[in-house]
Every structure is written in structure tokens, then in C-alpha cells.
């Protein structure tokens, strides 16, 4: 019976002893800092996190989609709007857009005093370019430095260079003015009012040799753009868009056509001369450019 008791007391120190060593070796909650966190609050701030990153993504997506709007299509004004710059250190704290006569501008004020001027177009095109083609600061009533830009769109890219007073070189920027702050009975439905107008267009394909006259004459009526193009030859006899024959408007002096035009598009154009031994049929690619697009 001794011998028995004694065996039942030694057994019993034994799991005394691997109990307890069990417990010091088991990691502790109390000190365990991924254990005691909060499910639901980790859970919260990462709903919270996909919700500012979806709603980053939509406001970038409405940026890229918004289509470009140009002067002609703003009335004559002056309005508040907010620019987006590329660069966290040139920072727009005012812009004030300036509509009149078919041509924009805007006053921006930046953040902070470090860039001297700017240049509409990249460091390098500044660099190649003269120094009067620069937009100097102008100070305001507290102290601010402001610049008076032109403004070729709104809703779309645009170059601007600044000169760093302090490193002495230029720093590439896009900016971005927007049209979001521009109230909506400002902006005309049409994309081109009607009026007359001016704009550049270029003129590619066939042997290189023929050109046309730019600017174009443009005349805008009930939503539709008419060009007056006039060739650099007397030879042209019609002209065929979109399988519909045009023929010159003139009877003196180099080939004019009137044409239906559609800005910032490729116009696929074939033409016949009879500049050559017999009549020919060439293929060109018409562009006008709405960037340039100005009123008469």
C-alpha cells in the first residue's frame, strides 16, 4: 500500500511540473498586440481605406472623361476655378479665368514664393524658346506671387514649366484647369456657337507637294461647321467625303471648296487633279485643330 501511495504522489508532481511548464511557454494574449486587436474597428478602417480609394478612382475616371471645352463655348466672364497641378510644390491656392473674345486666361496664385516665372510648354521647349515668351510673377496686395496665363482648354493636359529661384533651372508640370466650378448656363450647349471663325488645319498624304491655305475660314450654323478650303493649286476638280462629291466654288484662282468639317478629327479626303498628264484621284487626311479655333 506504501509502495502505491508513493506512486500516485510522484505521478501527481509529475503533471504539476508539465502543467506548469505548458503555461510558460503558451503565448500570452495580455502581451500579444495581433490577439487584442479589435476585428470589427480593423475591419472598419479598411472598409473606410476602400471607400477613399474607390472614391479617388471615380473622381480621377470623371476628370479623364470630362470633355475638353473651349472659349467659344463660355460666355464672356470672369470665373472662379479650380486648376490640379501634377506637383505637390506648385500648389494653386486661387485661379481666376478670364473669358473674352473667343480667347481664355487665368490668374493663378501658388502656395508659396520659390518660382520666379513660367512658361507655357515643357523645361526644354523654354529652354530653346526666348525669355519674353516667359510669365513673370506679379506680386498681390499679400504678398502672393500671382501669373497670368493663357489658356488653351479646359478639362484637358497642359504644359507648364516653373523656374526654381533657388536652383535655377526649370521643373515640369501638368495642369489641369477645370470647368466644374463653371456654372452650367454659362457654358453653351453647342460646341461651337454660331459664328464665324478661324482655325488652323493641316493637310497630310499625296506626294507632299500639294497644301492648303491656314488658317481655314470656319462657319458654324445649327451644329454643323462648314470650311472654307482653299488649295494651293488651281488643278483640283472635286472632292469626295464620306462618298459625297463636292466641287470648287470658285471659277478664278486656286481650287475652294466648302466643306463639312468635324475639329480635332482625321478627315479622310480624296481629291482630283488634273495637274498631271491626266486626271488623277489622290487620297489626303484633313485635321482642324479646335485648340486654335478663334472667332471673326
Known sequence: MKR????????????????????????????????????????????????????????????????????????????????????????????????????????????????EKLYMGTGEEALADTDDKCIYFVEDSQGKYTYEVPVEALNQDINCAAWSIRKEEWYDRVLVFQSSMIPEDAITESSVPDGMYTAEAALSGGSGRAGIESPVDITAADGTMTATVIWSSSSY????????????????????????????????????????????????????????????
Do not use: W
Not at 237 to 253: F, L
Open 4 to 115: 502505491i501511495l508513493t506512486f500516485i504522489l510522484t505521478v501527481s508532481v509529475a503533471l504539476t511540473v508539465l502543467t506548469g511548464c505548458g503555461n510558460q511557454n503558451s503565448p500570452s494574449t495580455d502581451n500579444d498586440p495581433a490577439i487584442n486587436e479589435n476585428p470589427v474597428q480593423n475591419t472598419n478602417e479598411e472598409n473606410i481605406q476602400e471607400d477613399n480609394a474607390e472614391k479617388e478612382t471615380e473622381a480621377k475616371t470623371e476628370t479623364e472623361k470630362a470633355e475638353p471645352i473651349y472659349a467659344n463655348q463660355i460666355e464672356d466672364g470672369t470665373y472662379s476655378i479650380e486648376v490640379s497641378s501634377s506637383s505637390s510644390m506648385f500648389r494653386i491656392v486661387d485661379a481666376q479665368l478670364t473669358v473674352k473674345g473667343g480667347e481664355m486666361s487665368a490668374v493663378l496664385t501658388l502656395s508659396g514664393t520659390g518660382y
Open 237 to 296: 476638280e472635286y472632292m469626295i467625303i464620306d462618298g459625297i462629291y463636292y466641287y470648287p466654288v470658285n471659277t478664278t484662282g486656286n481650287s475652294t471648296f466648302e466643306i463639312p468639317v468635324l475639329m480635332d478629327k482625321d478627315i479622310e479626303v480624296t481629291a482630283q487633279t488634273v495637274a498631271m498628264s491626266t486626271p488623277h484621284e489622290v487620297d489626303y487626311t484633313l485635321r482642324f485643330d479646335s485648340a486654335t479655333l478663334k472667332s471673326k
